[in-house]
Nanobody, 118 residues
């Protein structure tokens, strides 16, 4: 099971770092991703890191968010800088999917952590 942490409330322009821990998985073989879902909107992909460490971002995240991983800790991070009110959403991590895949195409999914930007 994946467990997210690090969410919270920040003012616009602030930063947060989300973590996703999943000690049962080998993070150097799985594609990992962060998704988010704002109230009344569909869940969308934010960032992905593949088994080689290559990263991919949604246009809304480019230049502000950074996905990374620590294989020794079985943890994936999402560093979010210059947060804006439109980034307010529940953020979820997922494992074992494909680049560009939807939430439901990932085999392992977390319960989410709330991010609120005012």
């Amino acid at each position: 099971q994946l467990v997210e942490s690090g969410g919270g409330s920040v003012q616009a322009g602030g930063s947060l770092r989300l973590s996703c821990a999943g000690p049962r998985y080998s993070y150097d073989t799985y594609c990992m991703a962060w998704f988010r879902q704002a109230s009344g909107k569909e869940r969308e992909g934010v960032a992905t890191i593949d088994s080689s460490g290559a990263t991919y971002y949604a246009d809304s995240a480019k230049g502000r968010f950074t996905i990374s991983r620590d294989i020794s800790l079985n943890t994936v991070y999402l560093q979010m800088d210059n947060l804006q009110p439109e980034d307010t959403a529940m953020y979820y991590c997922a494992a074992d999917g494909v680049i560009g895949g939807s939430w439901y195409e990932y085999n392992y999914r977390g319960q989410g952590t709330q991010v609120t930007v005012s």
